[in-house]
């Protein structure tokens, strides 16, 4: 019997903290359904002590989630460590995750606390949270830079109060694979109690090595793996949930242990969060990107067709490529097209919502030859189905480009009942249809990202268009999708104006400080 590898993701948490990458409550049930088909283990929905909106929407994700635990993040303060209880109260399985940073630039500096004082609040916050939950994860943020020794004293006298769970983070990226898995070996044996508890790692990707010095670790004695779905999270990001899965699995010769994963599930899931975080997939990113199976080369190619194992250590099928072809027509009815999206964990809050969607797939329908998965995640994330937080609209426009023509655009919204119009000319149409909104709006935003995606295959394939917006330190993501890509990057733009409307100030349980994130 092999170990089981616990499969901890932090998407919605650490993944959260992103640029621009941040969640509404909604969005949250849908990664979190999906998470559960994906089968992960735990699901780290976000840290409570952020702003109302984030305790909200754990406590959603905890209302939903039936199979995973649910879990909130707490600094080690009983402020957190309540409100994480609180939030993950209706899971059927809840985890409080407490942290406290034990190096000493971090104790210093950022938390002006001693080694001492560092301790007691670990071992008082663990304490609070069983009081909550049996279920209690411990982590000692910065550990990569901490003193061994007091490492082993932290994770001793958290054991002694509780923690289940004891995680090991490489914060800023630095480990490198021996040094890390040699941690691993040190700490599981010099820790006297280390045995009541189970062994995590969470790397950053820094230096490209979080998914090498997570399986470092896992090789010495780790457990848990938290990591985040297409390796989204702070700066560089985590260690991708979808690379550590399939390593495992692909070489289970060298691993002691297996997860619990579907992996069929690891490309759908990759494509909602893109769709949702706006963070596009890189083509050649292992197992979800593009081409990972895509063979260029001739020699390639026709090795792949007499045997495909000349090239090819995993199948496409089984990381669920191609599994999620949408049989529905253009004559199906509202109740197949509802139950498809149910089966995709989409439920529209209202029967309004649904006939908006229903019309769109079947406008969509008429355009396009062959609808997919992707389609229905990228349509139902369009602002005009989900219209609580919309405030723009797109109602129409035109775009024109002709060789030696300068481009031209016009365009007609709707704020709230109003609707406005207004025509520039740009670089390109694309140009001429911001400068056209900007007209009308004056938003004041600086344009950070503006990138464009097929959805599927093919040159009917909808266009998704990320637009990325900072305004006075906010940051923002909107996402459009169209067969027409002018008008999918218009849907972009006013996506990013509305979320932008409705940011509201939270908090990054890292720094600490008041941050503003939509
Ligand atoms: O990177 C980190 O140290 C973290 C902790 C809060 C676990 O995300
Ligand atoms: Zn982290």
Not at 33 to 46: N, S, T
Request: glycine content about 8%.
């Amino acid at each position: 019997m092999q170990d089981q590898l616990i499969i901890f993701d932090t998407t919605m948490r650490d993944g959260e903290q992103s640029p621009g990458a941040s969640m509404t409550r909604d969005e949250k049930i849908r990664i979190g359904k999906q998470l559960e088909r994906l089968r992960v283990d735990v699901i780290e929905a976000g840290f409570a002590a952020a702003s109302p909106g984030d305790f909200e929407a754990i406590r959603a994700v905890a209302e939903v989630v039936r199979e995973s635990t649910v879990c909130s993040l707490a600094r080690a303060n009983d402020n957190d460590v309540r409100r994480a209880g609180e939030a993950v109260a209706p899971a059927a399985r809840k985890r409080i995750h407490t942290f406290i940073a034990t190096s000493p630039i971090h104790m210093k500096l950022k938390l002006r606390m001693s080694e001492d004082e560092v301790l007691e609040a670990a071992v008082r916050a663990v304490r609070l949270a069983r009081q909550f939950t049996d279920d209690v994860e411990f982590s000692a943020e910065d550990a990569v830079r901490s003193d061994v020794d007091f490492l082993c004293r932290v994770f001793e006298a958290t054991i002694a109060a509780g923690a289940r769970t004891i995680n090991v983070p490489d914060t800023v990226g630095y480990s490198v694979p021996e040094r890390w898995g040699g941690l691993f070996a040190q700490l599981l044996s010099r820790v006297p109690n280390a045995d009541q508890a189970v062994w995590s790692t969470h790397c950053h990707n820094d230096l490209g090595m979080a998914v090498a010095n997570s399986l470092a670790a896992v090789m010495n004695g780790a457990r848990q793996v938290e990591c985040t779905v297409n390796g989204l999270g702070e700066r560089a990001g985590n260690a991708s949930l979808e690379e550590i899965v399939m390593a495992v699995r692909t070489r289970s010769d060298l691993f002691p242990c297996r997860t619990g994963v579907d992996a069929t599930q690891i490309v759908p899931t990759s494509k909602l969060v893109s769709t949702i975080t706006g963070y596009p997939v890189q083509p050649n990113k292992a197992v979800v990107g593009a081409n990972a199976f895509a063979h260029e080369s001739g020699i390639h190619q026709d090795g792949v067709l007499k045997h495909r194992e000349t090239y090819e250590i995993m199948r496409a099928e089984d990381v669920g490529w191609g599994a999620n072809r949408l049989t529905l027509g253009k004559l199906s009815g509202r109740n197949a097209f509802r139950s498809r999206l149910s089966e995709l964990g989409i439920t529209l809050a209202s029967e309004e919502a649904l006939n908006a969607a229903f019309a769109k797939f079947k406008e969509l329908a008429d355009k396009k030859r062959e609808i997919f998965d992707e389609d229905l995640q990228a349509l139902v994330s369009d602002e005009s189905v989900t219209p609580e937080h919309e405030r723009f609209k797109l109602v129409s426009m035109v775009a024109h480009s002709e060789t030696g023509e300068q481009p031209f655009a016009s365009v007609v919204i709707a704020d709230g009942g109003n609707e406005m119009r207004s025509e520039a000319r740009g670089a390109g149409p694309v140009d001429a249809a911001f400068q056209a909104i900007e007209q009308m709006v004056s938003s004041g935003t600086e344009l950070l990202l503006y990138s464009v995606n097929n959805i599927t295959t093919g040159t009917d394939s909808q266009g998704e268009v990320t637009v990325r917006l900072a305004k006075e330190g906010r940051v923002v993501n909107g996402m459009g999708a169209d067969t027409d890509i002018v008008v999918a990057s218009a849907k972009a733009y006013l996506s990013a104006l509305n979320k932008m409307g409705i940011s509201t100030a939270r908090m990054n349980p890292q720094y600490g400080t008041e941050q503003a994130a939509p």
